[in-house]
């Protein structure tokens, strides 16, 4: 695995969550015509739930709640569990993979670097050890961490998940800046069908965006060099036919 | 790495063994692909009666977070699915040749089974 040649596309602008998938799956697109590693990272223009590819949200989730409470509600490409962005650092990073083992070896990369990035922030952030994973039926993503996830005072802050395609990983995640999920999260959840025990989240904010983005930029440069622009009308014009399939409620709430 | 001599197998990890109708085949993936995936925890299926074509996607697999898609191994339709792998997808984890196949297809052409890999080969073409 090897950072050589990357690209970084620092997003400053908000965007929803469909535009934002959108964009993820033209990065991972993009990557896998040039056959080079690409980053984005990301901030939204309001709160958004994010679901996993294959995850029963209609069961878990009341789609009226979330409106009510201001969430977009988007289907992601990617696994896993229900994230809630708000106040987050979110990132996509895709690469040419051509099995699951190059896709773990790319998740304990990535999850290395976001560590370092936390580390030179000031803060003692560890890679989880070696979990079960859990299943999509219920809770969500920041209830537990899999293994190699970044923890700070042992409470998940950074998770993700992967997608890999014709030979192409990618690798949605974020970073929880404020330590924590929005409260309006635990709203949501409660007054769902199925509702855990609140996570435990860490008690410390990890720092504003910018800060946590430099900090991220700067451990990707450390290992890989200093990145190249990605191309972004090319990227626009990829995530504008990808777009419509992401913003579709049928996709969204399909399970 | 159980790798069974009376399947037929292809480089994208499936599995193919013929059934009682001489043109549909039972299908899964192999022991090699479900240890490297580790825990399955959901498999997205085609419908019955849905159009497959050899070494294109007819689904999807997750586990442990990576959605992987799950490559057809010939040309034909869909006949059957494993529903029992909705309940349990980690069947495919503790059985992957017997009670954690994933689909029957009834192939275009049966020949075609003659030009996929047979236990040495796939053996050779994931390097073990």
Same mark, same amino acid.
């Given at each position: 695995?090897?950072?050589?040649?990357?690209?970084?596309?620092?997003?400053?602008?908000?965007?929803?969550?469909?535009?934002?998938?959108?964009?993820?799956?033209?990065?991972?697109?993009?990557?896998?015509?040039?056959?080079?590693?690409?980053?984005?990272?990301?901030?939204?223009?309001?709160?958004?739930?994010?679901?996993?590819?294959?995850?029963?949200?209609?069961?878990?989730?009341?789609?009226?709640?979330?409106?009510?409470?201001?969430?977009?509600?988007?289907?992601?490409?990617?696994?896993?569990?229900?994230?809630?962005?708000?106040?987050?650092?979110?990132?996509?990073?895709?690469?040419?993979?051509?099995?699951?083992?190059?896709?773990?070896?790319?998740?304990?990369?990535?999850?290395?670097?976001?560590?370092?990035?936390?580390?030179?922030?000031?803060?003692?952030?560890?890679?989880?050890? !070696?979990?079960?994973?859990?299943?999509?039926?219920?809770?969500?993503?920041?209830?537990?961490?899999?293994?190699?996830? /970044?923890?700070?005072?042992?409470?998940?802050?950074?998770?993700?998940?992967?997608?890999?395609?014709?030979?192409?990983?990618?690798?949605?995640?974020?970073?929880?800046?404020?330590?924590?999920?929005?409260?309006?999260?635990? $709203?949501?959840?409660?007054? #769902?069908?199925?509702?855990?025990?609140?996570?435990?989240?860490?008690?410390?904010?990890?720092?504003?965006?910018?800060?946590?983005?430099?900090?991220?930029?700067?451990?990707?440069?450390?290992?890989?060099?200093?990145?190249?622009?990605?191309? !972004?009308?090319?990227?626009?014009?990829?995530?504008?036919?990808?777009?419509?399939?992401?913003?579709?409620?049928?996709?969204?709430?399909?399970? | 790495?159980?790798?069974?001599?009376?399947?037929?197998?292809?480089?994208?990890?499936?599995? $193919?063994?013929?059934?009682?109708?001489?043109? /549909?085949?039972?299908?899964? $993936?192999?022991?090699?692909?479900?240890?490297?995936?580790?825990?399955?925890?959901?498999?997205?299926?085609?419908? /019955?009666?849905?159009?497959?074509?050899?070494?294109?996607?007819?689904?999807?697999?997750?586990?442990?977070?990576?959605?992987?898609?799950?490559?057809?191994?010939?040309? #034909?339709?869909?006949? !059957?699915?494993?529903?029992?792998?909705?309940?349990?997808?980690?069947? /495919?984890?503790?059985?992957?040749?017997?009670? #954690?196949?994933?689909?029957?297809?009834?192939?275009?052409?049966?020949?075609?089974?003659?030009?996929?890999?047979?236990?040495?080969?796939?053996?050779?073409?994931?390097?073990?």
């Amino acid at each position: 695995m090897t950072l050589a040649g990357w690209r970084l596309e620092r997003d400053e602008s908000p965007r929803d969550g469909a535009s934002q998938m959108a964009r993820d799956a033209a990065l991972a697109e993009w990557s896998g015509a040039h056959g080079q590693p690409a980053l984005r990272l990301y901030r939204w223009s309001r709160a958004c739930v994010t679901l996993g590819r294959h995850e029963s949200a209609r069961r878990k989730f009341a789609p009226a709640t979330l409106a009510e409470l201001g969430a977009e509600v988007v289907r992601r490409p990617t696994g896993g569990r229900a994230v809630w962005h708000a106040h987050d650092l979110t990132y996509a990073f895709a690469a040419p993979a051509s099995s699951p083992a190059d896709a773990r070896a790319w998740f304990a990369l990535v999850h290395g670097v976001l560590a370092r990035a936390l580390q030179r922030l000031g803060f003692a952030a560890e890679l989880a050890p !070696a979990a079960r994973a859990a299943t999509l039926r219920d809770g969500a993503c920041f209830d537990a961490a899999v293994g190699g996830e /970044v923890l700070v005072d042992g409470a998940k802050v950074a998770g993700s998940a992967q997608r890999l395609a014709a030979g192409v990983l990618l690798q949605q995640g974020t970073v929880l800046l404020s330590g924590a999920e929005d409260q309006r999260w635990r $709203i949501a959840r409660a007054r #769902g069908r199925r509702c855990e025990p609140y996570p435990r989240q860490a008690n410390q904010a990890l720092g504003g965006w910018d800060a946590a983005a430099d900090a991220v930029v700067h451990a990707f440069t450390a290992l890989g060099g200093p990145p190249l622009p990605l191309p !972004a009308e090319a990227l626009e014009a990829l995530a504008a036919a990808h777009r419509p399939s992401y913003a579709d409620p049928g996709w969204t709430w399909q399970r | 790495m159980d790798l069974p001599d009376d399947l037929r197998y292809t480089a994208e990890h499936a599995w $193919i063994r013929p059934t009682a109708d001489a043109a /549909v085949f039972r299908c899964g $993936i192999t022991d090699h692909a479900q240890g490297e995936l580790g825990d399955i925890v959901y498999l997205n299926f085609p419908s /019955v009666g849905a159009a497959v074509t050899a070494g294109l996607p007819y689904g999807s697999i997750e586990a442990v977070k990576t959605v992987s898609e799950l490559y057809s191994p010939l040309t #034909g339709t869909v006949t !059957a699915l494993n529903t029992a792998l909705e309940a349990d997808p980690a069947l /495919v984890n503790k059985a992957p040749y017997g009670d #954690g196949w994933i689909v029957e297809l009834r192939a275009e052409s049966p020949a075609a089974v003659a030009a996929l890999l047979d236990a040495a080969g796939y053996r050779t073409a994931i390097g073990a």
